[in-house]
C-alpha cells in the first residue's frame, strides 16, 4: 500500500456542511495526489501537492481546497459539501524513486 | 474534455481466453501509458506501463501493446483466469506518475 493512509474509510454528511479527508504517507514521498473515482468517469484529478504549502489545481477543482503544512499529511477540503461530491475519493504518491503512482485503499463520502 | 477514451466498457471472457483492452489519447505530449487493476473496495493498483520507445511490453501473462503513430495502446491478458476478474484503468500522463490522465474503465468478467 506504499505506506498510504486515508481517514475516514467512510463517510456520510448532508449538504452544505464541511468536510475534510486526511491522506498520510510514511515514506517521505514529495508529490501527492488527490482523485475522485466515479462511474463512468474513471478516476479524475482534484488537486495535486509538489511539496509542503505547494499545490495546484487539477481538473475537477471546482469546490475543493488542499492543503499541505506537513510532508506526510495531505488534507482535501470540501468547504461546502454538495450531493456532486458524493463519490469514492483516492489519494495517490508518486514514489520519490521509480516515479510511479500509487493509491490509497479510499474513503467513500456519501453527501445527503 | 477527455483525453483517453477506454473501451469496452465491459467485457466477459472465459477462463483460458485472452482480454482484450484498447486504449486511445490525443495528446501526443504523452510519455507515459500505465494500466492499473482495481478489486472492489480497493484502490487502484500499477499492473504494468511503457513508454513511447517500445512498442510492446510483456509482464507474465500481461502485456502491452503501443502503436505511437495510431495513438493507441491496448492490454492483453493470456489465460485469463478468474482471479483476474477486476475492473481495469489505462492512464496516461508526462514524466511518470505525475497528474495522470485516466480512462473511464473496464469491467472484466472471467468466467469459468
Known amino acids: 500500500d506504499a505506506g498510504i493512509t486515508q481517514s475516514p474509510r467512510h463517510k456520510v454528511t448532508e449538504t452544505g456542511t464541511p468536510v475534510t479527508l486526511r491522506c498520510h504517507q510514511t515514506?517521505?514521498?514529495?508529490?501527492m495526489y488527490w482523485y475522485r473515482q466515479d462511474p463512468g468517469h474513471g478516476l479524475r484529478l482534484i488537486h495535486y501537492s509538489y511539496g509542503v504549502k505547494d499545490t495546484d489545481k487539477g481538473e475537477v477543482s471546482d469546490g475543493y481546497s488542499v492543503s499541505r503544512s506537513k510532508t506526510e499529511d495531505f488534507l482535501l477540503t470540501l468547504e461546502s459539501a454538495t450531493s456532486s461530491q458524493t463519490s469514492v475519493y483516492f489519494c495517490?504518491?508518486?514514489?520519490?524513486?521509480?516515479?510511479?503512482?500509487?493509491f490509497g485503499s479510499g474513503t467513500q463520502l456519501s453527501v445527503l | 474534455q477527455q483525453q483517453v477514451k477506454q473501451s469496452p466498457q465491459s467485457l466477459i471472457v472465459q477462463k483460458g481466453g485472452i482480454s482484450i483492452i484498447n486504449c486511445a489519447y490525443e495528446?501526443?505530449?504523452?510519455?507515459?501509458f500505465p494500466w492499473y487493476q482495481q478489486f472492489p473496495g480497493k484502490g487502484p493498483a500499477l499492473l504494468i506501463a511503457?513508454?513511447?520507445?517500445?512498442s510492446e511490453k510483456k509482464e507474465g501473462r500481461f502485456t502491452i501493446s503501443f502503436n505511437k503513430s495510431a495513438k493507441q495502446f491496448s492490454l492483453h491478458i493470456m489465460d485469463s483466469q478468474p482471479g483476474d476478474s477486476a475492473t481495469y484503468f489505462c492512464?496516461?500522463?508526462?514524466?511518470?506518475?505525475?497528474?495522470?490522465?485516466f480512462g473511464t474503465g473496464t469491467q472484466l468478467k472471467v468466467e469459468l
Open positions: 492512464a496516461a500522463g508526462t514524466g511518470g506518475g505525475n497528474k495522470l490522465t
Open positions: 515514506e517521505n514521498h514529495r508529490y
Open positions: 495528446n501526443t505530449a504523452f510519455d507515459y
Open positions: 495517490a504518491i508518486r514514489d520519490r524513486v521509480n516515479e510511479k503512482l500509487f
Open positions: 511503457i513508454n513511447p520507445d517500445v
